[in-house]
């Protein structure tokens, strides 16, 4: 017999030999081997070859290639206690992090300090984000809340808001769709009186009865059914009640709004939540209006829109928004306007959800701000994490004969992981515990900047107890899983012996990487503020058209002719006072009102809406509103002659500007003539390009009236003005304003962002800079020989800090590469929303370049002079 | 503890080892089954109940020699443990128990 043929099929040997356990092996091919040749024998060649392929198909499963177990091995250990138990040995752990936390002093303070500022950040931004998203989130049912909106579809879409007076009604009784529909009018500022003649400036909603039970507004007292039922019926709030009459009932007393209602006390409301944008504290009968405002509701006018005068609607359930957007709202349209007015005047639902966000709708705040602030938060964290891997793995090589005698001694690789992971969770808890007070104690700076009303309190906030465990957990992994997994890879032999060097070159780049990380998000943060900085220095200090200082901005409560010009013949013999006007809103104000236009004898209504200034004869020259062509407004109380300004005379289609005067012009309505035509300014903020306006005398409108004074005696002047002003209008409150504080008051949000901006950019600079002092302090002490042998032959100390300087310059040099394509790209997308803005130079990114340059070579500099002017002698003899 | 818990082809491969003697080794232990339960059993089933046998500590191994039979590779060569014949006496015992409790007509159909 050939013993060839009794060969298995070597493939299959080889096969088993790929894949069994080195232990497995010699067991199983001897038994196939065994078992080939008894089948060969008796069934022959072919069925032995295709038995034992089947019984090494049946042979794989798990155990065939699993490693051989630890405890079959011989050991002079009792079984059971080879493999530690982590928690039984979690005090020990504890103990020995203490140990070494101790031990390495400015280790533990640097990491600790980075990281409760990034946690610090990373806190406050949650809360803040959760507080917006939290807005009108109580009540219930609030899927089905809608605001209805207008969407005036002129040359360009304008949102408002509001909706013409008649709409409520017509929603309600024309279609079905609706559970409940409320309307309500906010008007702000309303002198509110008291029986004891105290007097106060409050904001008053004029509301439906069904707008509570849209809304989640309790009441504490009095009926809820006849809330605001009757005619003189009034709510106020908790809050208002104990202000106006101290612990005494406040129902059933009286209040006097304005000069117009009398109204009596029905119902106390609980104090409104701090996330609602409702704010109004006194709620009144929907149908006073006529009696306190009659001009908002004017002849149940379609034509007109306020954006104070809003509907909300609770939708029946099962009716979706898309289907009311697209059948009811622009049936209404289609009834109650004529075929042209019907494709100007659309209607819309905005969610609930969508109010607080929608800056177009006149929202608080914008998600985008929110989204920036959530990455900062982010990279902020980041950040940190960055600085204590970088720290802790180049501190591992100092470790290592630590190391090496545990693993000696039996340590395993797990032990030794979780060991390092229970250093990092004390420190990260030390850093979340210190991050937390702070961002507690900062609150109320936030607060202040953006006017609202934040808390943290982790004790009664499970939203923010579990952010808090959350990223506590995820720092502790992305800061310590890397370090520890270093530090447990060790060879012991190599480790006790101190050969490991850090130059390991995976580790080293792996470090690198990291620190341009840290560069670049720093990089990153200075380009943003410093493209922000320069856009609203831009924006304040930019020649927007019309002279702003000195000018103080009175309101005026109540615009009856006789009364305005008996106020301005008194103010006119003030002696600090030079000019004096009237008008419904300043130069810039996003609060103007806009119309159609009708030119000359043209027979259609232009295409563009053009926006309606209220001014009389006096407002071009106190502001230094340049004319270019034809004359100022004549006085007068009533619509005779309009101004035009450039843009619109564009927008007419106009050659020149003298072809505007003399013709006719109709805009709301009004027929009148243009006599003039002023420069462009910009009468809104520059976020928005300038479009067309006119300006026309309409005593009936004028809200405000406009002081330029003489500074040298302002604070006699202003009281004088009081005195005059109160004698005109005893029954209301004095409150004035300057100009420029106004202008200022339309970037207010963005100043506000520049310094969140500015903070954030200053303390991911600082946990930077932190953490390349850790890391240069740790090379200098690795590097103190190679110095010591440099300097005995003959390098300078110039040389010595090159030789720290060179690395971090490349370094840096990466991460403006990297940082430098996303700033621009950021700040320009920022810069886009604005219709006038700068253009980011190179001046900005070499600026931000120099500042991160200076930051890092100080903090290099400071450690590596220390380490170059260190005496050879010593660091050369220390063994 | 859970390791005393003996399957029934665990048991079966236990009382064959024991049977086999000194010479219990996987082909061996397999030819033996194949004989007496009358249904084929693979290679791969043999190993693994072995091998669990092992880590339950109910049967020792060590390797004999090698034979040319083999293509030059040794046996492992199978030994019951204290532990293992006391698991074996143990599933006896239960079993005698449960068989003395069934009466005669129990099987009456």
């Known amino acids: ?879 | 503890m859970k390791g005393t818990q003996l399957g029934e082809f665990e048991e079966v491969v236990l009382l064959t080892v024991a049977m086999l003697h000194d010479n219990a080794y996987s082909v061996g232990v397999l030819e033996v089954l194949d004989e007496h339960l009358g249904r084929p059993v693979s290679l791969g089933v043999v190993h693994r109940t072995l091998q669990r046998l092992e880590e339950k500590k109910l049967v020792v191994s060590r390797f004999g020699e090698a034979s040319a039979e083999r293509g030059g590779r040794s046996k492992r060569l199978f030994t019951v443990t204290y532990e293992g014949e006391l698991a074996l006496r143990e599933a006896r015992r239960i079993r005698n128990q449960l068989w003395a409790g069934i009466s005669e007509t129990a099987f009456g159909h």
Not at chain 1, 867 to 874: Q, R, T, V, Y
Request: proline share 5%.
């Open chain 1, 1 to 879: 017999m050939k013993p060839k043929t009794f060969q298995p099929p070597r493939w299959a040997e080889r096969l088993i030999g790929r894949i069994a356990a080195s232990h497995l092996q010699e067991e199983i091919l001897g038994d196939l081997f065994e078992l080939f040749q008894k089948r060969n024998r008796r069934f022959g060649l072919f069925a032995a070859q295709l038995f034992y392929m089947l019984d090494i198909v049946l042979l794989i499963h798990p155990r065939l290639w699993r490693r051989a177990p630890e405890k079959v091995k011989p050991s002079l250990y009792p079984a059971n206690s080879s493999t530690p138990n982590p928690i039984a040995m979690l005090n020990n752990y504890i103990k020995v992090a203490f140990r070494k936390l101790n031990r390495h002093k400015s280790y533990t303070v640097i990491n600790t300090v980075s990281l409760t500022m990034g946690i610090a950040c990373a806190v406050l931004i949650f809360s803040l984000v959760k507080y917006h998203l939290s807005f009108e989130d109580f009540h219930t049912g609030k899927d089905r809340i809608f605001r209805i909106y207008s969407e005036l579809h002129g040359e360009k879409i304008a949102y408002n808001t509001g909706v013409p007076n008649p709409m409520g009604q017509a929603f309600r009784s024309e279609y079905a769709v609706a559970e409940t529909v409320g309307r309500i009018a906010f008007l702000p500022k309303r002198v509110v009186s008291l029986p004891s003649n105290n007097r106060f400036e409050e904001d008053i909603a004029f509301a439906d009865p069904e707008f509570f039970s849209i809304f989640n507004f309790p009441l504490i007292e009095g009926s809820a059914s006849h809330a605001l039922q009757g005619q003189n019926a009034a709510l106020i709030t908790e809050q208002l009640a104990r202000k106006y009459f101290g612990h005494s009932d406040a129902v059933g007393q009286t209040l006097r709004i304005d000069d117009s209602l009398m109204l009596q006390v029905t119902g106390v409301l609980a104090d409104l939540p701090d996330n609602t944008d409702f704010r109004s504290q006194i709620f009144v009968p929907f149908g006073n209006l006529q009696r306190h405002s009659p001009w908002m509701v004017e002849k149940d006018w379609w034509m007109s829109v306020n954006k104070e005068m809003q509907c909300f609607v609770r939708l029946k359930p099962g009716i979706s928004a898309a289907s009311v957007n697209t059948t009811v709202l622009p049936a209404i349209s289609n009834t109650h306007y004529d075929k042209e007015a019907s494709k100007y005047f659309r209607f819309k639902l905005q969610p609930l959800a969508d109010v607080h966000f929608n800056m177009e709708l006149r929202g608080k705040t914008d998600k985008k701000n929110l989204y920036t602030f959530a990455w900062i938060g982010f990279f902020l964290v980041l950040t940190a994490c960055v600085n204590f891997v970088n720290l802790a793995t180049a501190q591992a090589v100092a470790r290592s004969r630590e190391i090496g005698v545990r693993k000696a001694l039996g340590s395993q690789r797990g032990a030794l992981f979780w060991q390092f992971m229970t250093e990092t969770a004390v420190i990260a808890t030390a850093a979340l515990v210190v991050a937390v007070a702070l961002a507690y104690l900062s609150v109320p700076v936030v607060n202040q900047l953006f006017e609202i009303n934040l808390s943290i309190n982790p004790f009664n906030d499970t939203y923010l107890l579990a952010f808090l465990g959350s990223l506590l957990v995820v720092v502790v992994f992305c800061s310590g899983a890397y370090p520890g997994l270093i530090l447990a890879r060790f060879q012991p032999v190599v480790a006790l012996k101190g050969k490991l060097t850090q130059s390991s070159p995976h580790g080293f780049s792996l470090r690198k990487g990291l620190v341009v990380g840290q560069f670049a998000i720093s990089q990153l943060l200075i380009i943003g503020t410093l493209v922000m900085a320069h856009q609203l220095r831009y924006s304040q200090q930019a020649n927007l058209g019309f002279e702003k200082n000195a000018v103080v901005i009175v309101p005026v409560p109540d615009n009856q002719t006789s009364k305005i010009s008996a106020l301005k013949s008194e103010l006119n013999r003030l002696s600090g006072i030079e000019n004096v006007t009237f008008f419904d809103t300043p130069p810039a104000s996003d609060a103007i009102g806009r119309s159609n236009i009708q030119f000359d004898t043209r027979p259609e209504h232009e295409q563009f809406m053009i926006s309606i200034k209220a001014v009389d004869n006096q407002y071009v020259p106190m502001f230094k509103i340049p004319l270019l062509a034809g004359r100022n407004l004549n006085p007068s109380d009533t619509i005779r002659e309009y101004l035009l300004n450039e843009t619109a005379i564009k927008a007419l289609g106009l050659k020149t500007m003298d072809d505007a005067i003399g013709k006719a012009a109709t805009i709301n309505g009004r027929r009148g003539t243009v006599v003039g035509v002023v420069k462009d300014f910009h009468f809104r903020s520059l976020r928005t390009a300038i479009e067309p306006l006119c300006m026309t005398t309409r005593g009936e409108a004028y809200g405000s009236c406009g002081l330029k004074i003489n500074l040298s005696d302002m604070s006699s002047t202003i009281a004088r003005l009081q005195t005059e002003w109160a004698k005109i209008y005893p029954s209301s409150i004095f409150t004035y304003r300057f100009m420029d504080e106004d202008v200022e008051r339309l970037y207010k949000l963005d100043n506000v962002l520049l310094r969140l901006i500015q903070a954030f950019a200053a303390v991911a600079i600082f946990v930077g800079c932190l953490g390349l002092y850790g890391l240069v302090s740790f090379m200098a002490t690795q590097k103190a020989k190679e110095i010591g042998v440099r300097k005995v032959l003959g390098a300078k100390t110039s040389d010595v800090l090159w030789l720290f300087g060179k690395e971090f310059l490349q370094l840096l040099l990466i991460a403006f590469l990297l940082a430098s394509p996303l700033g621009w790209w950021f700040t320009n997308n920022w810069l886009r929303d604005f219709a006038y803005h700068i253009e980011p130079g190179p001046g900005i990114f070499v600026l931000a370049i120099m500042i991160t340059m200076f930051v890092a070579f100080f903090t290099v500099g400071f450690r590596s002079i220390r380490a170059s002017l260190a005496n050879p002698i010593k660091t050369l003899r220390s063994e």
